[in-house]
């Protein structure tokens, strides 16, 4: 016998009972503020009518009903009507369950990741959707992605960075250069690696995607080096759980200046959301200004950031790749730490190009497509 769907007016709350699923308690502020009836959403755009002021402050459902299709139809002590669709109701629901199966689910890497890198040929994925839109799942789960094949003629990258998204223009510019000549005046010098970080986290907001376009690479050496700031974070919320937490409550200054600039944003090295959920990391040695928090914390804020540092040192969570030229790295820059292995300028060139795109524009790109593929 299939269990049939309830539902009952309780003290303050819609009481919910699906056929199967758990029961759960719809608040009445809450679900009137769902109301899709023409007069509370502009049926063409979806966008809502009127201001919550405009509801009653002791508003409740007198009564509530399951309707033949499976939906939910509920009387409100204002006289009005409401009636929500089964399909709306599973989509929304509050238990525990429902809200973790429709979180983000980051694929945690490691370095081993290196024999499935997310790759696309970019003059396919122009081509072709169902390409652009596997390639932008990769990217969403992973935090970043490769495009190859992209044209090594100067300023390409900002050609790419327009077609994901829309070039954010910084006192950099448009694009920036990463360039190195080979000098015979001073070929014993070595250019030095560069720890893993996130671009410009002295920006409000910090750019949400990098993008570095190899053009030239004959020097030896000076290879792309990722680490999951995700993971990283994991890593730190299992072996030390207070210094995790020290970490995404405190802020620490980032800071950039030069003759022109004066550049100075607070951020927390994690970012969690209400359900504990990290969703961004902020790493950045070279910028780091300092710690404007209070006195008694500092001690251990700071055995905490060293934690965290050394996690990101782990070479087994170091991913490795060469880039060859008409090779375009795209990182979530809250996500996707990256730095470089330490190169030899005096025997060849080196030259990427990058430039700085939002997170938003790749995210609606990819769930637009993704209605289109359904549909
Ligand atoms: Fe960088
Ligand atoms: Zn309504």
């Known amino acids: 016998m299939v269990a049939q769907d309830s539902v009952q007016v309780v003290a303050g709350s819609v009481q919910w009972q699906p056929g199967s699923g758990p029961a759960w308690n719809m608040s009445n502020d809450w679900l009137r503020d769902n109301c899709r009836c023409a007069a509370c959403r502009h049926p063409g755009n979806g966008q809502k009518l009127y201001e919550i002021v405009d509801l009653p402050d002791d508003l409740r459902a007198t009564a509530a009903a399951v309707l033949p299709d499976g939906g939910l139809q509920v009387r409100w002590s204002d006289g009005h009507v409401s009636d929500y669709a089964a399909a709306w109701l599973q989509d929304h629901a509050l238990s525990e369950d429902a809200r973790r199966s429709r979180r983000a689910h980051p694929t945690l890497w490691t370095g081993a990741l290196g024999a499935q890198l997310p790759v696309a040929d970019w003059p396919a994925l122009l081509a072709e959707p169902a390409l652009e839109l596997a390639w932008l799942e990769q990217y969403a789960a992973l935090g970043f992605g490769l495009l190859r094949k992209v044209p090594t003629e100067p300023g ?37 690696g560069l720890g893993v970080h996130s671009d410009n986290p002295y920006r409000h907001p910090s750019p949400g995607v990098q993008l570095l376009h190899c053009l030239e690479s004959e020097a030896p050496g000076g290879d792309t080096l990722l680490v999951d700031g995700f993971h990283a974070a994991e890593i730190l919320r299992r072996e030390d759980p207070a210094g995790f937490d020290l970490l995404r409550r405190v802020p620490m200054n980032f800071r950039y200046a030069d003759a022109g600039t004066e550049l100075r944003a607070r951020q927390t090295l994690i970012s969690t959301d209400v359900d504990g959920v990290v969703r961004a990391v902020h790493f950045n040695n070279r910028s780091a200004d300092w710690l404007d928090a209070p006195a008694e914390l500092a001690q251990a804020w700071y055995a905490a950031y060293r934690a965290f540092a050394r996690i990101l040192k782990r070479p087994e969570l170091e991913l490795i790749f060469r880039l060859a030229p008409g090779d375009c790295v795209v990182m979530q820059n809250d996500r996707t730490l990256h730095g470089r292995t330490a190169f030899d300028p005096g025997r060849g060139r080196r030259h990427l190009q990058g430039c700085y795109i939002d997170g938003d524009a790749m995210e609606s790109r990819r769930l637009v497509l993704r209605r289109s593929a359904r549909t």
Do not use: E, H, I, M
């Open 156 to 192: 390409q990258v900002a050609q790419v960075g327009d077609r994901l998204g829309f070039v954010r223009v910084t006192n950099y510019g448009r694009l920036f250069d990463v360039k190195s000549v080979p000098n015979p005046t001073n070929l014993a010098y070595t250019a030095v």
